[in-house]
């Protein structure tokens, strides 16, 4: 029996690794749910800092099961779901982007990127705004200019303003991973353990440098405070997203399962002393939130490596397909505009009514945007970079000039990877991974079918 993350010839093409394509949709239903069922009844600190609308009485929100459920590992074992399902999203970034990095030029993972994230972003923000303007209508709108132009190009937090939509924040992390992962791959070493566990170091380092900055006393924080304090905190998170990078390694058989093993208990290691060293706890921040975020990501990196061992025995069904497509949108909507849709909804049927109801118009309308914005403007990213001169004939997945050396000395066949266009032709994209724009096709998680039988290569769609 193969071992998980081996690669399986198979001559067979899928273009979604469905196992993660379940992370993907899960860890969106649970950011729904603590939107829902916990952070809304932060009425005064959270959703009325957001929505501007007026608080609901905590007495007209009762505690149900799923709440007290939701709760209880955050009170005793510093755990929250919602953070955890933040977590996975992390590793389903650094699983994902070396496919995209494959054999193509930097401007066309630039083209893609931008186009995958930005216009998606707008409008929901322009939504995000219209539910604010609907619920303060009569009075002067309360969202500065400045405000929507830093959200809108995702340096609020460095700008010192508050985001439109405070889910944005995973959105800067993603984007210094994006950043670091392709000078890696264009150096071509991305493939390297050594060269990932000292990208994870210099990473944290330089993160634990900048960030351990505080205001002087008495005075006002200005944009080059929160300059150094953002961008250092958003590197030490960024130090979890290179585990999901080593998985990868794994999952294309470029690296064993012990070398696996070795890197990402060293990443973590380092993410570890990153978060409690870091500006995550006091005097940096009033309250300690470098244990909750060490514990919950470590919970999303666990059920992210069972789903990766189970693979695609995991039952394929519509509902979760299209959960997985829509995960970005139902990011950007489940917050100011899904808090929004709450509170309208509570005060005309009640909160346990709401809940349902608010639930699935939410999630209709990011269906709308992933099918209306987010799926054309990244079919446009594909036909712009469909152009030979966005292609490369090297990748950072070719083996490394000493090993093919050793290979030609012994007289053994160089190993190729499978992800080699010129021998898988590209196929039509199945409607689910229309968005996917990555040519080369990907062995299953653990090359294995429901059946035991060796299974079909898969592939995954990038995350936010």
């Given at each position: 029996?193969?071992?998980?993350?081996?690669?399986?010839?198979?001559?067979?093409?899928?273009?979604?690794?469905?196992?993660?394509?379940?992370?993907?949709?899960?860890?969106?239903?649970?950011?729904?749910?603590?939107?829902?069922m916990f952070e809304?009844?932060?009425?005064?600190?959270?959703?009325?800092?957001?929505?501007?609308?007026?608080?609901?009485?905590?007495?007209?929100?009762?505690?149900?099961?799923?709440?007290?459920?939701?709760?209880?590992?955050?009170?005793?074992?510093?755990?929250?779901?919602?953070?955890?399902?933040?977590?996975?999203?992390?590793?389903?970034?650094?699983?994902?982007?070396?496919?995209?990095?494959?054999?193509?030029?930097?401007?066309?993972?630039?083209?893609?990127?931008?186009?995958?994230?930005?216009?998606?972003?707008?409008?929901?923000?322009?939504?995000?705004?219209?539910?604010?303007?609907?619920?303060?209508?009569?009075?002067?709108?309360?969202?500065?200019?400045?405000?929507?132009?830093?959200?809108?190009?995702?340096?609020?937090?460095?700008?010192?303003?508050?985001?439109?939509?405070?889910?944005?924040?995973?959105?800067?992390?993603?984007?210094?991973?994006?950043?670091?992962?392709?000078?890696?791959?264009?150096?071509?070493?991305?493939?390297?353990?050594a060269v990932l566990?000292?990208?994870?170091?210099?990473?944290?380092?330089?993160?634990?440098?900048?960030?351990?900055?505080?205001?002087?006393?008495?005075?006002?924080?200005?944009?080059?405070?929160?300059?150094?304090?953002?961008?250092?905190?958003?590197?030490?998170?960024?130090?979890?997203?290179?585990?999901?990078?080593?998985?990868?390694?794994?999952?294309?058989?470029?690296?064993?399962?012990?070398?696996?093993?070795?890197?990402?208990?060293?990443?973590?290691?380092?993410?570890?002393?990153?978060?409690?060293?870091?500006?995550?706890?006091?005097?940096?921040?009033?309250?300690?939130?470098?244990?909750?975020?060490?514990?919950?990501?470590?919970?999303?990196?666990?059920?992210?490596?069972?789903?990766?061992?189970?693979?695609?025995?995991?039952?394929?069904?519509?509902?979760?397909?299209?959960?997985?497509?829509?995960?970005?949108?139902?990011?950007?909507?489940?917050?100011?505009?899904?808090?929004?849709?709450?509170?309208?909804?509570?005060?005309?049927l009640g909160y346990?009514?709401?809940?349902?109801?608010?639930?699935?118009?939410?999630?209709?309308?990011?269906?709308?945007?992933?099918?209306?914005?987010?799926?054309?403007?990244?079919?446009?990213?594909?036909?712009?970079?469909?152009?030979?001169?966005?292609?490369?004939?090297?990748?950072?997945?070719?083996?490394?000039?000493?090993?093919?050396?050793?290979?030609?000395?012994?007289?053994?066949?160089?190993?190729?990877?499978?992800?080699?266009?010129?021998?898988?032709?590209?196929?039509?994209?199945?409607?689910?991974?229309?968005?996917?724009?990555?040519?080369?096709?990907?062995?299953?998680?653990?090359?294995?079918?429901?059946?035991?039988?060796?299974?079909?290569?898969?592939?995954?769609?990038?995350?936010?």
């Amino acid at each position: 029996m193969p071992a998980a993350g081996s690669a399986q010839p198979t001559g067979e093409r899928q273009r979604i690794v469905w196992w993660a394509h379940v992370a993907r949709g899960s860890a969106a239903i649970v950011v729904l749910f603590a939107r829902f069922m916990f952070e809304f009844r932060e009425q005064t600190t959270l959703v009325k800092v957001f929505t501007f609308a007026t608080p609901i009485p905590l007495g007209d929100l009762p505690a149900t099961f799923a709440y007290e459920a939701y709760k209880w590992p955050r009170d005793h074992l510093s755990i929250d779901p919602g953070t955890a399902a933040v977590g996975m999203f992390f590793m389903l970034s650094g699983f994902v982007i070396p496919f995209a990095l494959e054999r193509r030029t930097m401007s066309a993972f630039g083209i893609r990127r931008l186009l995958r994230v930005y216009p998606t972003l707008w409008v929901a923000t322009a939504l995000s705004l219209l539910a604010i303007w609907i619920t303060t209508h009569g009075s002067p709108f309360p969202v500065e200019r400045a405000q929507v132009i830093t959200s809108g190009t995702l340096v609020s937090q460095y700008a010192g303003k508050n985001w439109i939509d405070p889910s944005y924040w995973t959105i800067p992390i993603e984007e210094l991973f994006y950043l670091s992962a392709a000078v890696l791959a264009a150096t071509r070493l991305l493939r390297r353990p050594a060269v990932l566990m000292a990208t994870a170091t210099i990473v944290a380092a330089v993160g634990l440098l900048l960030g351990r900055v505080l205001p002087d006393p008495g005075g006002t924080p200005d944009v080059t405070f929160w300059m150094r304090f953002w961008v250092g905190r958003n590197l030490c998170f960024m130090t979890f997203i290179w585990v999901g990078v080593a998985l990868h390694m794994l999952y294309r058989g470029f690296w064993k399962r012990s070398t696996f093993a070795v890197v990402a208990a060293y990443v973590c290691v380092v993410f570890f002393f990153a978060l409690h060293h870091g500006p995550f706890q006091h005097p940096y921040l009033p309250d300690d939130q470098a244990t909750t975020f060490f514990n919950s990501f470590m919970v999303g990196l666990g059920v992210f490596l069972i789903l990766y061992v189970i693979g695609n025995r995991i039952p394929k069904n519509r509902p979760m397909q299209t959960l997985g497509d829509m995960s970005y949108p139902v990011y950007l909507t489940v917050t100011v505009i899904g808090w929004t849709v709450l509170l309208w909804l509570t005060n005309a049927l009640g909160y346990l009514w709401a809940l349902p109801v608010a639930a699935a118009v939410t999630l209709l309308i990011a269906f709308l945007l992933h099918k209306l914005v987010e799926k054309p403007t990244y079919a446009l990213a594909q036909r712009i970079t469909a152009q030979s001169r966005f292609r490369s004939d090297h990748s950072w997945s070719d083996e490394p000039r000493a090993r093919r050396r050793r290979r030609a000395r012994r007289g053994r066949p160089g190993y190729v990877p499978e992800l080699d266009p010129d021998r898988a032709p590209e196929r039509p994209p199945e409607p689910a991974s229309a968005m996917l724009g990555l040519d080369e096709p990907v062995p299953d998680g653990n090359g294995l079918a429901p059946d035991g039988s060796v299974g079909a290569t898969e592939r995954p769609e990038p995350t936010t």
